[in-house]
């Protein structure tokens, strides 16, 4: 009679334990946490920016605005070629110069005289913004728009009236060419000798394209959605927070210093996330002068890891040529680009492994989240432990050369201090020592030998969250 009073004990406890382990309550968001925008945009991590316009025929970066419209003049324009570009490297989008600063408009705006429908192209009768957006929907891309608010044509510029001539254009870009993913600004202002200075109403740009697309994420130095980088080289801060300071900074010339874009601030006021944007060219327009200076695949498998690597999603420029296409040395550099990365992420061995944590905050948090290829599936400790082990166990040694790790940001970022070893010759070696982690982190090292690796979190602002490790 003990025994079985014994044995109903213990299976009372045992439910009780198997029951508090399936319901251990979740971690609470730690700091600035994401929206779900701005969850869905880091998804895309990879995306085409095209700068086209006079530039493209003049070879200029930086038109001067008194160029004749006449200069425009495409010969065979083939959007669908740049989508299917796009697309066949791997890119989830594309964002496209409607604006740049010399004031011309891709678009037939009724607030200009310098437009596509004064150009020679299509006979005044074009409008690229409406032929790039179908394209996307057709490949089923992302469509995005650059637009300048320095305007070195219209005549309102240095005016308060140009607020709302910018305004205008604003709302017509946003209501004629479907959804808008990412408006993109930046804070050119009169730059150069006797430039005109505009007083440029931020609040009111911001609230029209939320107006108009309360989806889309708008970048410029301080967001308010993502934020540039820092730098046009493609590469992101080895330290890179998603939060930032923003209060009294403003595009352009009273932005935040470049390190800070380049690491975001630990505990920032903002979730403002970084995009790096560089292009595959010298130049940021077309120009035959580069057609041999496109950059080499593995300048380009660098970048892959400063950016994405590093918490950044990558906006790689490629500017079609005159006649309306993308250069075939781009185009085949590009599929190179795609290829080479299909194979060094070919094979994750982390599924294969035996994995455990030296700290789990329960059944539902499972360190086994971490390889079941579920995003919102993660890994947690208790929220009194901040620092933790991974350890994955193969059977026969493997070799590795990038580990792949992943927090889960919709309840914030929170590693800042994590480093990975290796078991070799019955000792823990230490192979990389970083600090933030982020949405992803892809560290790159030497090949080498492995029978067990480890991940450990040395330091983290709360409990640590990850949501996926890939072995390769």
Request: aromatic content about 12%; some cysteine.
């Given at each position: 009679?003990?025994?079985?009073?014994y044995f109903?004990?213990?299976l009372?406890?045992?439910?009780?334990?198997?029951?508090?382990?399936?319901?251990t309550?979740?971690?609470?968001?730690?700091?600035?946490?994401?929206?779900k925008?701005?969850?869905?945009w880091?998804?895309?991590?990879?995306?085409m920016?095209v700068?086209?316009g006079?530039n493209?025929?003049?070879?200029?970066e930086?038109?001067?605005?008194n160029?004749s419209?006449?200069v425009?003049?495409p010969?065979?324009?083939?959007?669908k070629?740049?989508?299917a570009?796009?697309?066949a490297a791997g890119?989830?989008?594309?964002?496209?110069?409607?604006k740049?600063?010399?004031?011309?408009?891709?678009w037939?705006s009724?607030y200009?005289?310098h437009t596509?429908?004064?150009?020679?192209?299509?006979?005044g009768?074009?409008?690229?913004?409406?032929?790039l957006?179908?394209?996307?929907?057709?490949?089923?891309l992302?469509?995005?728009?650059?637009l300048s608010?320095?305007?070195?044509n219209?005549?309102?510029?240095?005016?308060d009236?140009?607020?709302?001539?910018f305004?205008?254009?604003?709302e017509?870009v946003?209501?004629?060419?479907g959804?808008?993913f990412?408006?993109?600004f930046d804070?050119?202002?009169?730059?150069g000798?006797?430039?005109?200075?505009q007083?440029?109403?931020?609040?009111?740009?911001?609230n029209?394209?939320?107006?108009?697309?309360?989806?889309?994420?708008?970048?410029?130095?301080?967001?308010?959605?993502?934020?540039w980088m820092?730098?046009e080289?493609?590469?992101?801060?080895?330290?890179?927070w998603?939060?930032?300071?923003?209060?009294?900074?403003?595009?352009?010339?009273?932005?935040?210093a470049?390190d800070?874009?380049?690491?975001g601030?630990?505990n920032?006021?903002?979730?403002?996330?970084?995009?790096?944007?560089?292009?595959i060219?010298?130049?940021?327009?077309y120009?035959?002068?580069?057609?041999?200076?496109v950059?080499?695949?593995e300048?380009?498998?660098?970048?892959y890891y400063?950016s994405?690597?590093?918490n950044s999603?990558?906006?790689?420029n490629v500017?079609p040529?005159?006649?309306g296409?993308?250069?075939p040395?781009?185009?085949?550099?590009?599929i190179?680009?795609?290829e080479a990365l299909?194979?060094?992420f070919e094979?994750?061995?982390?599924?294969?492994?035996?994995?455990?944590?030296?700290?789990?905050r329960?059944r539902?948090?499972n360190?086994?989240?971490?390889?079941?290829n579920?995003?919102?599936?993660?890994?947690a400790?208790?929220?009194?432990i901040?620092n933790?082990?991974?350890?994955?166990s193969?059977?026969?040694?493997v070799l590795?050369?990038?580990?792949?790790?992943?927090?889960?940001?919709?309840?914030?970022?929170?590693v800042?201090?994590?480093?990975i070893?290796?078991?070799n010759?019955?000792?823990?070696?230490?192979?990389?020592?970083?600090?933030t982690?982020?949405?992803?982190?892809i560290?790159?090292?030497?090949?080498?030998s492995?029978?067990?690796?480890?991940?450990?979190i040395?330091?983290?602002l709360?409990?640590?969250?990850?949501?996926?490790?890939?072995?390769?």
């Open positions: 009679m003990k025994f079985v009073k109903y004990i213990l009372f406890i045992n439910v009780l334990t198997i029951f508090s382990c399936i319901n309550k979740a971690p609470e968001p730690y700091g600035k946490i994401p929206s925008k701005q969850i869905e880091q998804k895309l991590e990879y995306y920016f700068h086209f006079p493209t025929f003049t070879h200029v930086w038109g001067l605005g160029e419209p006449e425009f003049n010969t065979e324009l083939d959007c070629q740049w989508a570009t796009a697309s890119m989830k989008g594309i964002i496209i110069t409607a740049h600063h010399d004031g011309f408009c891709l037939p009724k200009s005289n596509v429908r004064e150009s020679e192209w299509k006979n009768e074009g409008d690229v913004l409406k032929e957006s179908e394209a996307c929907q057709e490949y089923k992302k469509f995005g728009v650059y608010p320095w305007d070195r219209h005549p309102s510029y240095g005016t009236e140009y607020n709302t001539v305004t205008n254009m604003l017509e946003l209501t004629n060419y959804n808008v990412e408006q993109w804070g050119a202002n009169g730059e000798e006797n430039g005109k200075k007083e440029y109403d931020w609040q009111l740009f911001n029209t394209v939320y107006k108009f697309q309360p989806d889309a994420m708008i970048f410029s130095d301080v967001g308010p959605d993502c934020r820092g730098n080289q493609g590469i992101a801060g080895e330290t890179n998603a939060t930032l300071n923003i209060d009294g900074f403003f595009p352009g010339e009273f932005a935040p470049q800070i874009l380049n690491n601030n630990i920032g006021e903002k979730w403002i996330p970084a995009e790096t944007d560089v292009s060219r010298p130049g940021w327009f120009s035959p002068k580069t057609n041999d200076k950059k080499s695949l300048k380009l498998i660098s970048i400063t994405i690597g590093r999603n990558l906006l790689l500017p040529d005159e006649r296409k993308i250069h040395n781009d185009s085949v550099r590009l190179e680009f795609k299909d194979k060094v094979n994750n061995i982390a599924p294969k492994a035996k994995v455990s944590a030296s700290a789990n329960g539902k948090f360190v086994k989240n971490i390889i079941d579920n995003y919102d599936s993660y890994w400790t208790p929220d009194n901040t933790a082990s991974i350890e994955f193969f059977e026969n040694p590795i050369n990038n580990v792949l790790l992943q927090e889960y940001i919709p309840l914030g970022q929170r800042s201090k994590f480093s070893e290796c078991w010759d019955n000792k823990w070696e230490k192979i990389f020592s970083g600090t982690i982020g949405y992803k982190r560290i790159n090292i030497s090949e080498i492995c029978k067990k690796l480890r991940v450990n040395e330091e983290a709360a409990c640590p969250l990850i949501n996926n490790i890939e072995i390769y």
